[in-house]
């Protein structure tokens, strides 16, 4: 799950402190509609990327454990 942050109190203290505590992204507020969309579409990308991976990753497990179990 991506997380985007939306504040309308921005600082660079506030900005650190939600990227170190996890978030994938950081809106100021008023909000400009198309950056939104366009962050909203960037974080969902790469949400697909993760889990693409993921799931190529548990395809290449698989199969290394049948190729032992098979010799």
């Known amino acids: 799950m ?5 504040t309308g109190y921005p600082s660079l203290q506030n900005a650190i402190e939600a990227l170190n ?4 992204a950081y809106i100021i507020k008023p909000l400009d509609m ?3 969309l ?3 579409e ?3 990308r790469k949400q697909g990327e993760e889990e693409k991976m993921t799931e190529e990753q ?3 497990f698989i199969e ?3 190729r032992k ?3």
Do not use: H, M
Not at 2 to 6: A, F, G
Not at 21 to 24: I, V
């Open 2 to 6: 991506r997380k985007i942050i939306i």
């Open 21 to 24: 505590k996890g978030a994938d």
């Open 34 to 36: 198309d950056k939104t």
């Open 38 to 40: 366009a962050t909203i």
């Open 42 to 44: 960037e974080q969902l």
């Open 58 to 60: 548990l395809v290449e």
């Open 64 to 66: 290394t454990r049948i």
């Open 69 to 71: 179990l098979e010799t």
